[in-house]
């Protein structure tokens, strides 16, 4: 039987990755404004607002990619989660976290997925998750451009680790009419520039002329990703489903991790 969706709860279908029934696990991207999780076994991703209620009003417990309280965000895990977890055993989880979110980031997240029972916890910045759900060929430089709600992020990947980054506490919730998208246009290339100007090997410059990656909702947008490719002079290429690219492959390292567990290349907590 499917559990019916909560109100405001988006569900995608994907297909689904071979599933060890001994085995269980979580795959989680914690947004500012939304929170996408993959769970072993299930076809489904589960989308929802990254909102709490506390009292007689919403609260919003993630803001411009930090966690500003951490029980809100343990009980809004546990409202989207709790009842879908297997009785018996515990999970392993996979969670995203913005690239420049640091360790005060990861330490409050791991705090708060704590209400989930997880056996072990494995984070992956968010530009390297996007990068997998891709299949890019990380042997060579890589920009990966994601374009949040409340929060853009430029990241040059190489070898698949993270070489540089630049965020901006801008995203797609600021289009209103005193804002316009070439504000975050403007931000991306900002952004890209001062990671050229600062580089001294050509990797910054490859991987620009290689094309960015673009994911996020705002690469949704078109508004946004045409002047960009303008203004940058390079192509640009957008991940399918850019809004849960992170997710899904967050969902890629997991089934890597349940196989054959040293080549996520992620300590486990």
């Known amino acids: 039987m499917t559990t019916p969706s909560r109100p405001g709860t988006v569900t995608t279908r994907h297909r689904s990755w071979p599933w060890c029934r001994r085995c269980s696990g979580i795959a989680l991207d914690l947004g500012s404004a939304r929170t996408r999780a993959w769970t072993s076994g299930r076809r489904m991703i589960l ?9 007689a009003g919403a609260a919003y417990p993630i803001q411009r990619g930090t966690i500003v309280d951490t029980p809100g965000t343990s009980r809004m895990l546990d409202r989207l989660l ?7 055993g515990r999970p392993l989880l ?5 690239v420049l979110g640091g360790l005060a980031y ?32 990380l042997t060579r430089p890589l920009l ?3 374009i949040g709600a409340h929060l853009t992020e430029v990241t040059l990947l190489a070898d698949g680790a993270v070489c540089d ?6 995203g797609t919730s600021d289009l209103d009419g005193r804002t316009a998208p070439a504000r975050i246009t403007e931000a991306i290339v900002a952004m890209t520039t001062a990671m050229l100007e600062q580089d001294h090997t050509s990797q910054t410059l490859d991987a620009l002329q290689r094309g960015p990656l673009l994911a996020g909702g705002g690469a949704l947008r078109p508004e ?4 960009l490719a303008d203004q940058l002079h390079a192509p640009v290429r957008t991940v399918p489903a850019p809004h849960t690219a992170a997710v899904r492959g967050a969902a890629k390292l997991l089934q890597a991790a349940h196989t054959h567990p040293s080549a996520t290349g992620y300590a486990r907590r």
Not at 82 to 88: H, I, V
């Open 47 to 55: 989308d929802v607002p990254t909102v709490t209620f506390p009292g």
């Open 82 to 88: 709790g009842n879908r977890l297997p009785r018996f």
């Open 94 to 98: 996979i969670l995203t976290t913005p």
């Open 106 to 137: 990861r330490a409050e997240a791991r705090t708060a997925v704590e209400i989930l029972r997880p056996r072990s916890v494995l984070t992956v910045p968010a530009a390297r998750a996007v990068a997998m759900t891709a299949d890019a060929d």
């Open 144 to 146: 990966v451009v994601d």
């Open 165 to 170: 980054a630049r965020h901006t506490a801008l």
């Open 224 to 227: 946004i990703i045409y002047p």
